[in-house]
């Protein structure tokens, strides 16, 4: 008889092993919401930062582009200003526009460049800038055509800091 009692206690043993291990496998419904509701959570975390910091970045781009075009028009009064060749009489020095920067001026037979090509407005994706002149308004948004004195975006958006692109 203790054959037959152990035979059924092992059966019995084996069949609660096979039971457990069989919930063991998976995850249960609750488990997976669970873990749903915490990577949507985190998800939704992380898009107002990629959001920001794809911002943040554009605004440096902003930045660098209107110093490298400030720089390019400094350059260039620098060297009408030295007389190293012949400007408009009326612009003051500066240059009549934003291509020229680019095509640049002869110099004793050289061409003098200031700029490699003009940039790509990060806010407004087009090459097109708001320029003024020397006898412009500082804050006007139309330019008189006289000569380039400084450049600004076209963009109408406010900045992290609160601030609007087109007074930078």
């Given at each position: 008889?203790?054959?037959i009692v152990r035979s059924v206690m092992t059966?019995?043993?084996?069949?609660?092993?096979?039971?457990?291990?069989?919930?063991?496998?998976?995850?249960?419904?609750?488990?997976?919401?669970?873990?749903?509701?915490?990577?949507?959570?985190?998800?939704?975390?992380?898009?107002?930062?990629?959001?920001?910091?794809?911002?943040?970045?554009?605004?440096?781009?902003?930045?660098?582009?209107?110093?490298?075009?400030?720089?390019?028009?400094?350059?260039?009064?620098?060297?009408a200003d030295r007389g190293a060749f012949q400007?408009?009489?009326?612009?003051?020095?500066?240059?009549?526009?934003?291509?020229?920067?680019?095509?640049?001026?002869?110099?004793?037979?050289?061409?003098?460049?200031?700029?490699?090509?003009?940039?790509?407005?990060?806010?407004?994706?087009?090459?097109?800038?708001?320029?003024?002149?020397?006898?412009?308004?500082?804050?006007?948004?139309?330019?008189?055509?006289?000569?380039?004195?400084?450049?600004?975006?076209?963009?109408e958006g406010t900045a992290l800091d609160d601030?609007?692109?087109?007074?930078?």
């Amino acid at each position: 008889m203790s054959t037959i009692v152990r035979s059924v206690m092992t059966r019995s043993t084996n069949q609660r092993k096979a039971v457990f291990q069989s919930h063991q496998r998976g995850f249960t419904l609750i488990e997976l919401i669970v873990a749903t509701s915490i990577l949507i959570i985190l998800t939704g975390m992380a898009v107002p930062l990629l959001r920001s910091t794809i911002q943040r970045e554009r605004e440096r781009e902003l930045h660098d582009d209107l110093w490298m075009m400030r720089d390019a028009i400094d350059r260039y009064k620098d060297a009408a200003d030295r007389g190293a060749f012949q400007t408009k009489v009326g612009s003051e020095g500066y240059p009549p526009d934003l291509e020229t920067l680019v095509t640049g001026v002869d110099v004793g037979g050289k061409k003098l460049k200031f700029l490699r090509k003009i940039p790509i407005d990060p806010m407004t994706g087009q090459a097109e800038w708001g320029l003024r002149s020397m006898q412009d308004d500082a804050t006007s948004d139309s330019w008189g055509g006289q000569n380039v004195f400084d450049v600004y975006t076209k963009s109408e958006g406010t900045a992290l800091d609160d601030t609007k692109y087109k007074d930078w």
